[in-house]
């Protein structure tokens, strides 16, 4: 027979059918690496979001602070970061804050906050380098002091503030 039917015939075998399901459980530990990866990459997003939010945070508390002093405004500045922090919903037990340059509460200072948080990964099988390690997520954040702003010192009265 040389006509549809036997062609009908031939495809219509299932005598290959289960021939590469071994690359099923395969392809299924890629998919779940895959996620893995994006987990860690996720979490590393998160706390930079954090972090940044947090720097911002400590410094609008410091530059707008009430106390008068530096060591009441920088108390101020971290409760407003440790507040940040928590909002984000993140560990508060990984998160350092520290001011780059002098934070002085005086007018025309530039206030600059450093708040670094510490982001654990797991290891991923194939993925060499990345992994199973803590890293550290940065945000910087940086204002002036009000110029105008009454009671506080200023290192010379003729000065102008430059941003």
């Known amino acids: ?5 036997s ?3 031939r495809w219509g075998d299932e005598s290959g059918f289960v021939g590469g399901f071994e690359a099923l459980p395969f392809g299924f530990l890629v998919f779940v690496v895959g996620v893995a990866l994006l987990v860690n990459a996720w979490g590393v997003i998160d706390a930079k979001l954090a972090a940044s939010a947090a720097a911002r945070e ?5 530059v707008e602070s009430e106390a008068g002093d530096g060591s009441g405004a920088m108390s101020e500045a971290r409760a407003a970061a440790e507040s940040a922090i928590v909002g984000h919903k993140a560990d508060a037990g990984r998160w350092q804050l520290r001011s780059e340059g ?6 025309c200072a530039r206030v600059t906050f450093v708040v670094s948080y510490d982001v654990p ?3 991923l099988p194939w993925i060499e380098g990345f992994g199973g390690s803590v890293i550290t997520a940065t945000g ?3 204002e002036v002091v009000d110029p105008y702003r009454h009671g506080l010192a200023t290192a010379d009265a003729t000065v102008r503030c430059r941003g």
């Open 58 to 62: 400590a410094v609008r508390a410091f």
């Open 140 to 142: 910087r954040h940086s």
């Open 7 to 9: 062609r009908l015939g």
């Open 121 to 123: 990964t797991f290891r």
């Open 102 to 107: 002098p934070a002085e509460l005086r007018r």
């Open 1 to 5: 027979m040389t006509g549809p039917s």
